[in-house]
């Protein structure tokens, strides 16, 4: 190495204090002096007081053995956030291309359920609903270690081993050979098929700007809602004309070529994984004997990597985050009744207009598009507005941006749901043309969306570090949720008919959702202030 080189980048240590740009290598003295000149390629500094962005304090230090190691300025181009607009938008693509392909196969077979049941001989309509709701359980599960080891192994790596695990036994699912096969393999690919969930959050939070992620988190958030729409109505018709096995093949395809995709373009967000992995090329680089630096660290600090150290912290994140903060636990019980309620919706669509209307599976199948229409419709308009609020928002309070400043959408979206189900139950009670339903199912869908994505985007602003471990605590309510209310749907219709059991749907969200958007708004910055997580 020559003993000339520079510096290139600003460089503080205990000995030196400030390097410019460009200056010359610094004279170490006494024990410390090489005998050569010894360039440092990255940008580093001696530990200061840094915010983690989790509530924690770097603790202060001038130890002259320690180098801290950061980003090259605010412009850095291998920070995620400096990421051009092209490469952000292929990146939120391609993980959102993988939260769609998943929850779509998890409600594809409701509409060929009747092909399982007389292929494996299933009577009973709690085990006939659990074939398609098992898949959802694993999403209560997967999250809880998934998310945390994205945060410690990088979210890409983790996202695309999940999602070739999902592919091998959704794979499998098509040739199950009986009922007991067919629920183990539909839990084992929603283990996998849950990592889109709670990692894709923590990608968007990576690349994203908080005044320019709402579009981003919109478009995210639809996908995982859109995906069970869709699901059913490709699903009914392969059920149609086709077996039930080819539900389970045909996703398997579609999601080979994302996986494909996603290999060769998905890139590596999280800042910690890529300023370790900045640290150890600068120890690579170092001679020891020359440079005796006692510890290279990332201004996150220090972290164990080793089993028990991710056992007892990351993967107790989640649980962490739900029991200590509030945010997580309120917004995560409406957002479970949320998606519990558009998987009621899911597994009963087919009763209303097969039973009710008695149309075959092919048409029947095609009422899903009433819900994908009020999906798609609001998530383009809260996409369009979210950021112009929040922009608007922030100016009106002196530059100062809130997270709360994302809820304003979750009004109008707590009214529609009920106003929705409401609409849905009575005029399937009285029989009325088919399409007042379907006007109904589109308020439900533009009820949940609206609210799904600003509770989303609210979580991601409020734990961005951690934003992957808050989502999965929040997925593990939800998929509770949407997996427990498929099961008790067919004996609370049955007993109540749809126009009652509906109208107690509306009931328990008016409770729920109406308070919500207020208390946030209103008290929402005091309970973060007092969070051990929210930044």
Same mark, same amino acid.
């Given at each position: 190495m020559?003993a000339?080189?520079q510096?290139?980048?600003s460089?503080?240590d205990?000995?030196?204090g400030?390097l410019?740009?460009?200056?010359?290598a610094?004279?170490l003295r006494g024990?410390?002096?090489p005998?050569?000149?010894h360039?440092i390629?990255?940008?580093?500094h001696?530990q200061?007081?840094?915010?983690?962005?989790n509530?924690e304090?770097?603790?202060?230090?001038n130890?002259p053995?320690?180098?801290?190691v950061?980003?090259d300025?605010?412009?850095?181009p291998q920070n995620?956030?400096n990421?051009s607009?092209r490469?952000?938008w292929a990146?939120?693509i391609?993980?959102s291309?993988?939260?769609?392909?998943?929850?779509?196969?998890s409600?594809?077979i409701?509409?060929a359920?009747?092909?399982v049941?007389?292929?494996?001989g299933i009577?009973?309509?709690v085990?006939?609903?659990?074939?398609?709701?098992?898949f959802?359980?694993?999403y209560?599960?997967?999250?809880?270690f998934l998310?945390?080891?994205s945060?410690?192994?990088?979210?890409?790596?983790v996202m695309?081993?999940?999602?070739?695990w999902y592919?091998?036994?959704?794979l499998?699912?098509g040739?199950?050979?009986?009922e007991s096969?067919?629920l183990?393999?539909?839990?084992?690919a929603g283990l996998?098929?849950?990592?889109?969930?709670?990692?894709g959050g923590?990608?968007?939070?990576?690349?994203?700007r908080p005044?320019e992620?709402?579009k981003?988190v919109a478009?995210y958030?639809?996908?995982?809602? !859109? &995906?069970?729409?869709?699901g059913?109505?490709? $699903?009914a018709?392969?059920?149609e004309?086709? @077996?039930?096995?080819w539900? +389970?093949w045909?996703?398997?395809?579609?999601?080979?070529?994302i996986?494909?995709?996603g290999?060769?373009s998905l890139?590596?967000t999280?800042a910690?994984?890529?300023l370790?992995?900045k640290?150890?090329r600068?120890?690579k680089s170092?001679d020891?004997?020359k440079v005796?630096?006692?510890?290279?660290?990332t201004?996150f600090?220090?972290?164990?990597?080793?089993?028990?150290?991710?056992m007892?912290?990351?993967l107790s994140?989640?649980?962490?985050?739900f029991?200590?903060?509030?945010?997580?636990q309120l !917004? &995560?019980?409406?957002?479970?009744?949320l998606? $519990?309620?558009l998987?009621?919706f899911?597994? @009963?669509?087919?009763?209303i +207009?097969?039973g009710?209307?008695?149309?075959?599976?092919?048409?029947?199948g095609?009422?899903y598009i009433a819900l994908?229409?009020?999906?798609?419709?609001a998530s383009?308009?809260n996409a369009k507005?979210?950021?112009?609020i929040?922009?608007?928002?922030?100016?009106k309070n002196?530059g100062?941006?809130k997270?709360?400043?994302r809820?304003?959408?979750t009004v109008?979206g707590s009214l529609l749901?009920p106003?929705?189900?409401?609409?849905?139950?009575?005029?399937?009670?009285?029989h009325?043309?088919?399409i007042?339903p379907d006007i109904?199912?589109a308020l439900v $869908?533009?009820?949940?969306i609206?609210?799904?994505?600003?509770?989303?985007?609210?979580i991601?602003d409020?734990?961005?570090?951690h934003?992957?471990?808050a989502l999965?605590?929040v997925s593990f309510?939800r998929?509770?949720?949407?997996?427990?209310?498929p099961?008790f749907?067919?004996?609370m219709?049955?007993?109540?008919?749809?126009g009652?059991g509906?109208?107690?749907?509306a009931?328990?969200?008016?409770v729920?959702?109406?308070?919500?958007?207020w208390?946030f708004?209103?008290y929402?910055?005091?309970?973060r202030?007092?969070s051990?997580?929210?930044?």
């Amino acid at each position: 190495m020559s003993a000339t080189n520079q510096i290139p980048a600003s460089v503080t240590d205990g000995r030196q204090g400030i390097l410019g740009v460009a200056s010359p290598a610094p004279t170490l003295r006494g024990d410390h002096a090489p005998k050569s000149a010894h360039r440092i390629p990255e940008q580093c500094h001696s530990q200061k007081p840094y915010n983690t962005g989790n509530g924690e304090l770097l603790a202060t230090t001038n130890d002259p053995d320690v180098l801290i190691v950061d980003w090259d300025g605010p412009d850095d181009p291998q920070n995620p956030k400096n990421w051009s607009y092209r490469r952000k938008w292929a990146a939120t693509i391609i993980v959102s291309s993988f939260t769609f392909i998943s929850p779509g196969s998890s409600s594809m077979i409701a509409p060929a359920t009747g092909q399982v049941a007389s292929a494996f001989g299933i009577h009973n309509d709690v085990i006939l609903a659990l074939t398609t709701s098992i898949f959802v359980l694993a999403y209560a599960v997967g999250p809880l270690f998934l998310g945390p080891l994205s945060e410690i192994y990088g979210r890409s790596r983790v996202m695309q081993l999940a999602n070739l695990w999902y592919l091998v036994w959704n794979l499998l699912c098509g040739f199950a050979q009986s009922e007991s096969q067919l629920l183990v393999f539909r839990f084992l690919a929603g283990l996998g098929g849950s990592a889109p969930l709670s990692i894709g959050g923590g990608f968007l939070g990576d690349c994203w700007r908080p005044d320019e992620r709402g579009k981003a988190v919109a478009i995210y958030s639809l996908a995982p809602l !859109l &995906g069970p729409v869709v699901g059913p109505i490709t $699903g009914a018709w392969i059920a149609e004309y086709s @077996t039930w096995r080819w539900v +389970f093949w045909s996703t398997s395809i579609v999601d080979a070529a994302i996986q494909i995709v996603g290999v060769f373009s998905l890139q590596e967000t999280y800042a910690p994984l890529l300023l370790e992995r900045k640290a150890e090329r600068i120890r690579k680089s170092m001679d020891a004997e020359k440079v005796p630096y006692r510890e290279i660290r990332t201004v996150f600090g220090g972290q164990d990597r080793s089993w028990r150290t991710i056992m007892a912290k990351s993967l107790s994140r989640p649980f962490a985050l739900f029991v200590h903060e509030p945010i997580v636990q309120l !917004l &995560g019980i409406y957002m479970a009744y949320l998606y $519990g309620i558009l998987y009621l919706f899911l597994t @009963t669509i087919p009763s209303i +207009f097969q039973g009710t209307y008695h149309q075959p599976v092919g048409i029947a199948g095609l009422h899903y598009i009433a819900l994908g229409i009020g999906l798609l419709a609001a998530s383009q308009f809260n996409a369009k507005t979210m950021d112009n609020i929040y922009v608007y928002l922030k100016s009106k309070n002196g530059g100062v941006a809130k997270p709360e400043f994302r809820l304003p959408a979750t009004v109008p979206g707590s009214l529609l749901l009920p106003i929705g189900c409401l609409i849905v139950g009575w005029t399937s009670e009285a029989h009325t043309h088919w399409i007042a339903p379907d006007i109904g199912i589109a308020l439900v $869908g533009a009820g949940i969306i609206l609210t799904f994505q600003c509770i989303q985007t609210y979580i991601i602003d409020c734990f961005t570090l951690h934003a992957a471990s808050a989502l999965a605590a929040v997925s593990f309510l939800r998929s509770l949720a949407g997996f427990g209310f498929p099961l008790f749907a067919p004996a609370m219709y049955n007993a109540l008919g749809f126009g009652k059991g509906d109208t107690i749907l509306a009931v328990v969200a008016i409770v729920i959702g109406c308070p919500a958007p207020w208390i946030f708004w209103y008290y929402g910055e005091q309970i973060r202030n007092s969070s051990r997580h929210a930044q």
